[in-house]
C-alpha cells in the first residue's frame, strides 16, 4: 500500500541546473535511524544503505549528493520498525529533506506507545 507523504523539503530557489543536487537529511523523529535507501520509482530492489553503518540520532542531520530524480525511499529505525515512502522528489539543488514521526506511520504509532509507557512508568515511580 502507497502512503500519502507530505515531507517538508526546503529548497533555496533552485531548480535542477545539473545532473546532481546535495541532499540534506534531517533526522526530526523520536527515532535512531540506521538506514535509508533511494531507488527509482516502483523499483524494488533499494539501493544500498546511505548510512554505511552510520546512525542517524534524532536531531542529527547529514548530506549526500544525489542525481537530479524522482525516488522511492526506504527508512529503518533503531528497532527494525521499516516504512517506505513514494515518489520522493529529490531533483533539488541543495534540498532538505525533514524526516519526523507523523512521515511514517510505524513511527507515529511508536513515538504515541513510547510516550504512554513513559506516562505509567511516571505515575507508578510517585
Known amino acids: 500500500m502507497r502512503l500519502n507523504i507530505c515531507l517538508a523539503l526546503v529548497v533555496a530557489l533552485a531548480s535542477c541546473t545539473d545532473d546532481s543536487g546535495s541532499l540534506t537529511v534531517e533526522n526530526h523523529s523520536d527515532f535512531a535511524i540506521v538506514d535509508i535507501r ?25 548530506s549526500l549528493d544525489v542525481g537530479c530524480d524522482t525516488f522511492d525511499a526506504r527508512v529503518i529505525d533503531e528497532t527494525g520498525a521499516t516504512c517506505d515512502l513514494f515518489d520522493l522528489d529529490l531533483c533539488l539543488n541543495d534540498a532538505v529533506w525533514v524526516l519526523t514521526n507523523s512521515d511514517c506511520p510505524v513511527f507515529s ?17 510517585q
Do not use: C, M, W, Y
Open 38 to 62: 533511494l531507488t527509482e520509482i516502483d523499483n524494488p530492489d533499494f539501493g544500498p544503505n546511505l548510512l554505511h553503518g552510520d546512525v542517524l540520532l534524532p536531531g542529527e542531520s547529514f
Open 109 to 125: 504509532a511508536a513515538a504515541k506507545a513510547r510516550a504512554a509507557n513513559e506516562k505509567v512508568d511516571a505515575s507508578t515511580k
